[in-house]
């Protein structure tokens, strides 16, 4: 009895996420956001060096953020804060794995519509029903933690008719974390193949892209990409549940990539930010600060 | 003490009878770790007596790939002997051949041997479908994992039952085994400390202040006091965020759907809170060589307000999870780790804190600013069971939240002192990092992660690493995981795991 007092006690907590904007405050490092406008001078070329993880490079004259390696380190920022900053954004989860390569030039939006096109195809079945398989293949164990966040009371994605399940066999989406260990590479082989079509892959985290910090080596294959064919990318190190949360709504089609925002940015005040479309312009989630209520019954 | 192997191995027991003469004495086992070394390959096994830290070492020469093995009379060292063999190619004497642990290969080259120059090339893991180990009639084996029902770290437990008891369970990390001892060789430390983060990333602080800890210890830097109360900040909040993780699996675990809904809001709140202090949901970036990358992102003021606030809410909804029948009987005598098991494989944190173990390296061997901060006494508890480790996590949150408000209060005072120097124009370097300079030597770093304690043996050559050797307290725990279920059954399976609340990424490297 006491526990129904107490789970009534805060009222609605859960975000409202996709239908409205929502994120975790101005000053969380959602993503790297580079300038295009500048040229390539010697800090710049300074911090490309320092990447740990040689996610920055200089393709055309322009400085190219692959966000399939970004830790989220923060040095380049640090060293050459004009050109690299933090944005607190989220949604930048891409079809393909070369739309994480970010910069000034325009994506190949018709190779990108093609493959999109053949996703939401393949995923149009699923949009108010969608089970999830999670496997690790050698993640830093931070990935479980983020996913494991997407039923809690905030992001609560069961609102959303996305539910987690034991079974490769009901799973119709098959999330995958981890540097791709030789360990797990037939257990994460297999558990695809148990699934039904149609069937989609998403490679949660940089570690699942590339490799992240691990790389390739005699124990990880860099990334998942060789054992199973991965349709959606979610950066991040590890990509926070909001992150996540939108590369699933991608991969079923609900929602649309972020694009090339990216490039937009001016460099400037907080203010002076452009502000994604995804990201709430007054900081965190006011619903999750304890003693806040949120309006109950609007939704 | 350096005992060097002249011609047999299989008749020189003075190192293996060195490790257990100290242990014997009051010693307690750390960790046993293999590198290179001039002329052949060094065995170092580190044990803590106190405040300080005693080696004992053995030389093999080149070519030698045998070496006296200390687990017969130091049980602890067993998975560290089974991982040196998986990785090192260094087979123990004394013992049968142990079974392969972390990295199970066909027998050949590429191995990451520490002598061996340049990466390994790829090879196949050559996972062996182990025979049972209990004969009976109507036992069978049930391989749960490595892809488990729920979201897990990929682990695979063969639990051999008779129907409903666990006699015999078999632990297999292998499969997510990434090779990052090696990945350390040669890098630079500022690379090393983003490695040492995501060794095991659900104690990501822990690892970098363990790493950066040996860095300065072999630079001679002492780091800012700023710096240090930035530290414990993080650090005890990714201690409050872990146990709170462990509540929700144990509440989960027992279908409270209630409870299940106010920690994870609980546990959301907190990484929230990280996220507000640096960016990042586990503190990743904040710990850098010689101190912190700089200034926390809300003031004391505003982070005691935060404190007081969560731990009024958390503290009222473990009054009443403590309070449900329906959740203590669950716990109450399952999975108990008697005394005697835990000091036999010296377990750590609050599993070792459950059963009479009550080291705490924040107390006996003070880093970041625990030297000047008080630290309360927790109840000394060692009924071994479910339950005492919960109320173990529950006392050590509350700890945490004491520590948490003596820092700010430091966060606080610093911002008047900064405010004053930069009004006085006296400010002098940063208040938050002392430089590492391109420095030669080897140490050892700790800190008290939230499943205990983590040790980093660095080697460094001007700067950047020659090797890294880790030990993190889940590979320590998890040696003891198997044996604790003398009169559980298989429903006990997820309080039991959730009660150790390991990291397996942390155990398998």
Redesign the interface.
Known sequence: M???T??LS?GI?TTRYPRRPDG??P???GTLLVDPGRGVDRATERAIGEC?TGALSVVDGQVEVDRGRC?????CA?LQPEVFR?DPSFDHSTIGRSALHVRGGAEDEETLAWIRSGLARRTKALRRSVHIR????????????????L????YDVGRLGIF?T???HHADILLAT??G????AT?LRT?YEAMPHPKVVIAAGV?AASG??????????GGIGDVVPVDVYVPG??P?PFGLLHGILLAVGLVGTAGNRGTTGRPGGRADRPRPQGTHPQG?ASA????DRTEAGEA | MVSALEDDAFADNAFPAAVADRVEHGARFVGLFATSAPGGTRILAVLARGHAIEQEALLLPAGRTRYPGLAQRVPAAEWYERAILDLHGLEPTGRSRPDPLVFPLRSGAGWPRPTAGGPPRPTDPDPPSPPPSLQGEGVFTIPYGPVRSGVFEAVEYLVETPGEDIPHLRTRVFYKHRGIEKRFEDMSIDDGVLLAERYEGVASVAHAMAFCGAVERVAGVEIPPAAGAVRVVHAELERIANHLDSTVRHVEGAGQAVAFARFSLHKERVMRLRGQLSGSRFGRGVIVPGGVSGAPGLGGAELLQAVDRLEKAIRADCRLLLATPSFVDRLRGTGVVSPELAARYTLVGPVGRASGQHEDVRVSRPYAAYGHLGQPLAEPRSDGDALTRLHVRFDEMWGSFHLLRQAADDLDRTEADRTEADRTGRGTGSPWRNAVGPVSGEALGWAEAPQGEVAYLVELHEGSLVHARVRSASFHNLAAFALAFPHDILTDFAFIEASFGLSIAGASG
């Open positions: 006491p526990w129904i107490r789970g805060e907590v975790y405050g000053d969380f490092h740990p830790v989220l380190c923060g040095r640090t933090f999670h496997v690790d293949a050698g993640s830093d164990g931070s990935e479980e933690w983020e996913i494991a966040a039923t809690n009371p905030v987690f034991a079974s490769p981890g540097v260990t030789v360990g797990m257990p558990t570690d992240g910090m691990v790389g390739p080596g005699y124990a990880s294959r190190s590890p926070s965190p999750v600060e304890p003693g």
